[in-house]
C-alpha cells in the first residue's frame, strides 16, 4: 500500500462521467479571533494505491491540540481498481470543531498501519490590525 495524497482542503468533487477529482483550495493554516471556534466547512482527500482488487479498513482520527484524540470514524471499505488498484476517498466535514489554537493532526489509518497524517495549524488572531487572510 501506497498513500500517494492526502491534503486538506476546501473543497473535493468527483466528475460523475470522468472519476477524476478535482481539489480546490489546499491548506494548512487557519485564523480565529476567539476559542473554541469551528472552521465552516473543508475536506479531506486521500488517495491509495494497493493490489488490484485489495480491501482496505479505512479509519480517519482527529488528535487535537491539547493531545487529546477523537474515536476513529470508520470510512466505508475502499477497494482497489481491479486494474490500477487506486482507492480514492473524499472526506467532507462541516462545523470543524477547534477547541484551542495549535496544531491538529488527521491521521489516515489503512488495514490497522498509519499511513499518513495531514496537519492544520489554528491561530488566534490578537489584533484585527494584523488579521490575516483565512
Known sequence: MTLQAFLLCDSAITDAATGKVSVQ???????????????PSC????????????????????EHSNGAREQPLDLPMGIGDT??????????????????????????????????????????IEDARNERPH
Not at 483550495?25 to 472552521?39: D, E, K
Not at 494497493?50 to 482520527?61: S, Y
Not at 499511513?115 to 495549524?121: E, H, I, K, M, Q
Open 25 to 39: 483550495g489546499i491548506f494548512g493554516r487557519v485564523s480565529a479571533s476567539q476559542f473554541p471556534c469551528a472552521h
Open 83 to 124: 486494474v490500477t488498484g487506486i482507492v480514492q476517498g473524499i472526506i467532507n466535514m462541516n462545523a470543524l470543531p477547534l477547541h484551542d489554537p495549535g496544531t491538529y493532526t488527521f491521521s489516515l489509518i489503512v488495514n490497522g498501519s498509519l499511513a499518513g497524517t495531514v496537519r492544520l495549524t489554528a491561530d488566534k
Open 43 to 62: 475536506a479531506l482527500f486521500f488517495q491509495l494505491r494497493v493490489a488490484p482488487g485489495e480491501k482496505c479498513d479505512l479509519k480517519l482520527q482527529l
